[in-house]
C-alpha cells in the first residue's frame, strides 16, 4: 500500500455545495474551481486535524502506561494500613503467613491463622462446649394439630352437583398436593351432609390412605386430623396439612388454613392467648404487640432489637425458642410481662406467669354523627373514601347522566354497605340514616380529615359536588368511632347493658376515663380504661362466669405477677477446654489462640486434638511467581512501545477523503501502522524501565542480599530487562533464611518494595501537588483532577483554537470566490440577453 495517497480533504459538506450560481452561463466547473482555490487553508486544517490525532493517540499510550504502573504497584506494594492483599509484598505481615491444620483428633477445627502464629504445635482438649441460654414453648402453639371448620352449606354443594359441575379442594400433607374433586359420579341417591361426608372420606382415602382423617358433628361442621403415628403407636409431631381452593368454602373450610401456624398467624390466634394487647421485656428491652400483629413481625422485632437475643419457630415440634444472641456462661434470659399473656402462652404460665393485667378487644362507639347531607343536595358523580378495619374502601356514584338527590345517594350508600360489609340477622354490620353512621361490633370506621379550607364555603361547596365525605361532614374533622378516655360508656358497643363504678367504688361511672371497677354478686373487678381498651387487673386467675365481662376479657383471664421462673431458662455455659496442658474457658465455641483461629465443634475429654502450624511457603512462592510475571508483561510491553520502529512517520493519520478511498480493512491496517512508534526512545518510559531494572540489581543493606541471591535475576542476553525466577532457589532462601527474604522487599529505606514504590510514583503518581511525570503529560485515565491541566490537555486545546481559525478562514473565502463566480455568471446572463434581444431586432 501506498504512504502517498492523496491527502486532500474538506472539513465539512457545505465546502463542496454553494449557494451562487455554478457555471450556467459560462460552463466552467465552478465547483471544481473554488476547491482548488481553497486547497492551501484545506491543507493547513488537513494537518491540523492529523497533529490532534496523534496527539490523542500518544495520550492514550501514556494514560495507558499510567494504568498499568498504578495497577502494578497497588497489587503488590500496597501500603494502606491493614492492607490484606494476598499478593502484598510491601507488608512483613505477608512473609509472616502461615498456615496451620489439625494433624490428629476431631474436636477442633481450624478457621485461619494469622502472621503472629508460632511455628510448631498447639493441643487442644474440648470438655464441654460453650452454649446460649435457652428456653423453649411448654405446648403446642398450634394447640391440637386439627381443622375445623363452620358448617358446610350442604345447599351450596347439591346445587353444584346436581348442576353437572364440579368441586375441587386440594389437601397438602407436608407439601404433597392432591386435589378432591367431587361430582355427580360420586353420589347414587340424595345429595345431604351424610353423603357429602361419605364422598369427602373415599376421596381423602383415595389420596392419603389413613394419615388423613375427617369427622363431622351434629352441625355439619368439618374437622379433619392427622394420623401419622411412630413405631410406638403415638402421633408424630411436625406434621402439616393445609386446605386450599376456593370451593373449600362451601365445605365451612377458609381456604389456606393449616393445622401449623405459620409467618402469617396473627398473635391472637395463637394457643391459649389472651387479651387485645401485649407488653413485657426481655433483658430490660421492653416490646409491645397487639392480637393483630403477626408471628414474623413479632420474631422480627424481638430479634431486631436490643435484647440480645434471638426467637424463632419450629414446624417440626410447632415451638418457639428462644436463646441469647452469644454463646457463655455469662450471658442470660430475663423476662417480665406488664400485660397479657403472650410470653406464658409461648412459654409456659410456669415459666412466665401471666401480667397483672390483661386487656380487651379495643373498643369502639357504635356510630358516627354527622350533620348529613343538605336537603338541596344534588350530584352527577361523587366517591367516598373511608377505613374500615384498617383497609381502604371507596364507595363510588358512577356518571351516567343521573342526577342523584340526597335520597338518591342514601340509599345508593345502604345499598353498598350492606354488599360490602354484610348483614348480621338481617341488619347491615354498618348503616346510614339521618345523620349517623351506625356499626356493629368489631367495625372500626375512620374518614380522612379533608384538605379542603373549611373556612371558605365557597370552596367546600364546590368539593361537596364529587367528595361524598365532605359533603355528609364525616371528613370535616377526620370522624372515627373510635373512643377515647371522655367518650360516654353508653355509646360504647361492647359496654352495653354495662355498669362501672369509679374510684370510691359506689360512684357509677359515666366516661370510660370514669372507669376504676366493676361489681358482680359482690365481688369487684379492678378495671380501668388505657388508649382505646378496658384492662382487667389483679394477681391470679379470674373467672368471669356470668358477669358479663365475658365478651370483653373471655370466660377465664390469667392474672399473676408477669415475672419468670428462677429455672425457666436452660443456662449457658462456656466452653472449657485444654491447651496446652493449661485449663482455660472461652464464651464461644469460636476462639484464637497464639494466632491460630480454633472452632470447637465436640465435647470429648479424652481425646487431644493436635494443630501444627508452618509458614506457608507456598503462597509467598506463589505472589512472588506472580510479581515477576506481571513484571516481566509490563516491562516487556513498555519495551516494545520504546523501540519499535517510527512506522507513523510514513503513515499520518487519514483524513475523511482519504478513509473514504479504503475499503474498512485498509483504514484499520493504515491506522495500526500509524500509532507504530509514536513513544520510540520516550525519555519518561525508558527512565522508568531503566530505574527498575537498577533496584532489580540493588542489595539491600540490611538484609544483605538482593534478588539475585533468592534466584530471582535479569537475564544478561535480554535486552527487554525481564526475570528469570529459579523457583528452588527462592524456597531455599525461604526455608534458610525467611527473615532477610522479608526484609529485602519490606525494609522502609532500601527494601525493593520501597524503591519500586518510589520509581512507579515518580512515573504514575496520582497526585494534584506532585504528579508522575506521565501524568502531569497526559493525566490519566477516570482521573478528573488534572484533566484540564495536562500538557497534552494545553496542547489539543492550542490545536482546537488553530482548528477553528482555520475553519473560519476557510468560511470565509469560500464565501468570496463564490460570490465572485455569481456575480461573473450574473454578468454573463444579462450580456447574454442583450445579445439575443439586439439580434431580434435586427433580424426582424
Given at each position: 500500500m501506498s504512504s502517498s495517497i492523496t491527502s486532500s480533504n474538506y472539513y465539512n459538506v457545505s465546502s463542496s455545495s454553494n449557494n451562487g450560481i455554478s457555471g450556467l452561463m459560462s460552463g466552467m466547473d465552478t465547483d471544481s474551481m473554488v476547491k482548488k482555490m481553497l486547497s492551501a487553508t484545506q491543507a493547513k486544517i488537513d494537518k491540523q486535524n492529523q497533529l490532534k490525532t496523534t496527539t490523542e493517540w500518544k495520550q492514550t499510550i501514556y494514560q495507558g502506561a499510567v494504568s498499568d504502573?498504578?495497577?502494578?504497584?497497588?497489587?503488590?506494594?500496597?501500603?494502606?494500613?491493614?492492607?490484606?492483599?494476598?499478593t502484598n509484598l510491601?507488608?512483613?505481615?505477608?512473609?509472616n503467613s502461615m498456615i496451620s491444620s489439625v494433624t490428629s483428633g476431631s474436636s477442633v477445627k481450624v478457621v485461619g491463622s494469622s502472621s503472629s502464629a508460632a511455628t510448631g504445635e498447639m493441643s487442644v482438649i474440648v470438655s464441654q462446649l460453650a452454649s446460649a441460654a435457652q428456653i423453649s414453648s411448654g405446648s403446642k402453639m398450634s394447640g391440637t394439630q386439627t381443622i375445623t371448620g363452620s358448617a358446610m352449606d350442604v345447599t351450596s354443594i347439591k346445587n353444584t352437583i346436581t348442576s353437572g359441575k364440579e368441586l375441587a379442594i386440594?389437601?397438602?400433607?407436608?407439601?404433597?398436593?392432591?386435589?378432591?374433586?367431587?361430582?355427580?359420579a360420586d353420589f347414587s341417591g340424595e345429595i345431604d351432609a351424610s353423603t357429602i361426608k361419605s364422598a369427602l372420606d373415599a376421596e381423602i382415602t383415595k389420596a392419603f390412605g389413613s394419615y388423613v382423617n375427617a369427622t363431622m358433628s351434629a352441625d355439619n361442621k368439618l374437622t379433619f386430623s392427622l394420623n401419622l403415628k411412630d413405631t410406638y403407636g403415638v402421633i408424630e409431631e411436625g406434621h402439616e396439612l393445609a386446605i386450599t381452593g376456593a370451593d373449600a368454602k362451601s365445605f365451612g373450610i377458609t381456604p389456606g388454613v393449616s393445622t401449623l401456624i405459620s409467618g402469617g398467624?396473627?398473635?391472637?390466634?395463637?394457643?391459649?392467648?389472651?387479651?387485645?394487647k401485649y407488653s413485657f421485656t426481655i433483658n430490660g428491652s421492653t416490646f409491645e404487640f397487639s392480637s393483630g400483629d403477626t408471628v414474623s413481625s413479632m420474631m422480627n422485632k424481638i430479634n431486631s432489637g436490643d435484647a440480645g437475643v434471638k426467637i424463632s419457630y419450629s414446624s417440626m415440634t410447632d415451638k418457639f425458642s428462644?436463646?441469647?444472641?452469644?454463646?457463655?456462661?455469662?450471658?442470660?434470659?430475663?423476662?417480665?410481662?406488664?400485660?397479657?399473656?403472650?410470653?406464658?402462652?409461648?412459654?409456659?404460665?410456669?415459666?412466665?406467669?401471666?401480667?397483672?393485667?390483661?386487656s380487651s378487644a379495643i373498643l369502639q362507639a357504635g356510630s358516627i354523627s354527622t350533620a348529613g347531607l343538605d336537603s338541596a343536595y344534588t350530584t352527577t358523580s361523587a366517591a367516598m373514601n373511608m377505613t374500615v378495619n384498617g383497609k381502604a374502601y371507596t364507595f363510588t356514584l358512577a356518571d351516567s347522566g343521573t342526577t342523584y338527590t340526597k335520597t338518591d345517594v342514601e340509599n345508593k350508600l345502604n345499598e353498598w354497605l350492606a354488599t360490602t360489609f354484610g348483614q348480621t340477622s338481617g341488619t347491615s354490620n354498618i348503616s346510614y340514616a339521618d345523620g349517623k353512621l351506625t356499626t356493629a361490633a368489631g367495625y372500626a370506621v375512620s374518614f380522612a380529615k379533608t384538605t379542603v379550607d373549611t373556612s371558605d364555603s365557597a370552596a367546600v361547596a364546590a368539593a361537596a359536588k364529587t367528595d361524598l365525605a365532605l359533603a355528609f361532614g364525616f371528613s370535616t374533622n377526620g370522624s372515627s368511632n373510635a373512643v377515647t378516655g371522655d367518650t360516654n360508656i353508653a355509646d360504647v358497643l361492647q359496654l352495653e347493658g354495662l355498669s362501672f363504678l369509679k374510684s370510691d367504688g359506689t360512684t357509677a361511672a359515666t366516661t370510660l376515663s370514669d372507669i376504676a371497677s366493676f361489681s358482680n354478686g359482690g365481688t369487684s373487678y379492678s378495671i380501668s380504661y388505657s388508649d382505646g381498651h378496658l384492662l382487667i387487673s389483679g394477681t391470679s386467675a379470674l373467672d368471669l362466669t356470668g358477669t358479663g365481662l365475658e365478651s370483653l376479657f373471655g370466660t377465664t383471664v390469667e392474672l399473676g405477677s408477669g415475672t419468670m421462673a428462677a429455672d425457666a431458662v436452660t443456662a449457658g455455659t462456656d466452653a472449657l477446654l485444654k491447651i496446652n496442658n493449661v485449663d482455660t474457658s472461652r464464651s464461644s465455641n469460636t476462639f484464637t489462640v497464639g494466632g491460630i483461629t480454633l472452632t470447637a465443634t465436640k465435647a470429648n475429654a479424652s481425646e487431644t486434638t493436635v494443630i501444627g502450624t508452618t509458614r506457608d511457603t507456598d503462597s509467598i512462592v506463589s505472589a512472588i511467581k506472580s510479581f515477576v510475571s506481571d513484571y516481566n508483561t509490563m516491562i516487556s510491553s513498555f519495551y516494545s512501545l520504546t523501540t519499535e520502529d517510527p512506522d507513523y512517520r510514513d503513515y499520518p493519520p487519514l483524513t475523511d477523503a482519504q478513509k473514504e478511498e479504503m475499503s474498512d480493512t485498509e483504514i484499520e491496517t493504515w491506522t495500526k501502522k500509524a500509532k507504530i512508534g509514536l513513544v520510540r526512545s520516550d525519555a519518561n518510559i525508558t527512565s522508568f524501565m531503566s530505574s527498575l531494572r537498577t533496584a532489580m540489581d540493588t542489595t539491600c543493606k540490611k538484609a544483605g542480599i538482593a534478588l539475585y541471591s533468592i534466584g530471582i535475576e535479569t537475564s544478561a542476553w535480554d535486552?527487554?530487562?525481564?526475570?528469570?525466577?529459579?523457583?528452588?532457589?527462592?524456597?531455599?532462601?525461604?526455608?534458610?533464611?525467611?527473615?532477610?527474604?522479608?526484609?529485602?522487599?519490606?525494609?522502609?529505606?532500601?527494601?525493593?518494595?520501597?524503591?519500586?514504590s518510589t520509581i512507579c510514583d515518580k512515573t504514575a503518581k496520582l497526585s494534584a501537588a506532585s504528579p508522575g511525570s506521565l501524568v502531569a503529560i497526559a493525566g490519566a485515565n477516570g482521573w478528573a483532577v488534572n484533566a484540564k491541566t495536562n500538557d497534552m490537555y494545553q496542547k489539543l486545546s492550542s490545536i482546537s483554537d488553530k482548528l477553528d481559525d482555520l475553519k473560519d478562514k476557510y468560511d470565509d473565502e469560500k464565501e468570496r470566490y463564490w460570490a465572485k463566480f455569481t456575480a461573473m455568471e450574473t454578468a454573463m446572463a444579462r450580456y447574454s440577453s442583450q445579445s439575443s434581444m439586439i439580434t431580434s431586432t435586427f433580424s426582424s
Open positions: 504502573i498504578n495497577t502494578f504497584k497497588s497489587k503488590y506494594f500496597d501500603s494502606t494500613y491493614g492492607s490484606t492483599l494476598s510491601a507488608s512483613p505481615s505477608f512473609f386440594t389437601l397438602s400433607l407436608d407439601g404433597t398436593a392432591k386435589t378432591l374433586t367431587f361430582s355427580s398467624t396473627k398473635l391472637g390466634d395463637l394457643a391459649g392467648i389472651q387479651g387485645d428462644m436463646q441469647t444472641a452469644t454463646t457463655g456462661e455469662q450471658y442470660g434470659i430475663s423476662m417480665e410481662q406488664d400485660c397479657g399473656n403472650l410470653l406464658s402462652a409461648i412459654f409456659g404460665s410456669s415459666a412466665v406467669s401471666a401480667a397483672s393485667k390483661s535486552l527487554t530487562g525481564k526475570l528469570t525466577i529459579d523457583e528452588t532457589a527462592l524456597k531455599s532462601a525461604l526455608a534458610t533464611d525467611p527473615e532477610a527474604v522479608a526484609t529485602l522487599f519490606t525494609d522502609s529505606t532500601d527494601g525493593l518494595a520501597k524503591q519500586i
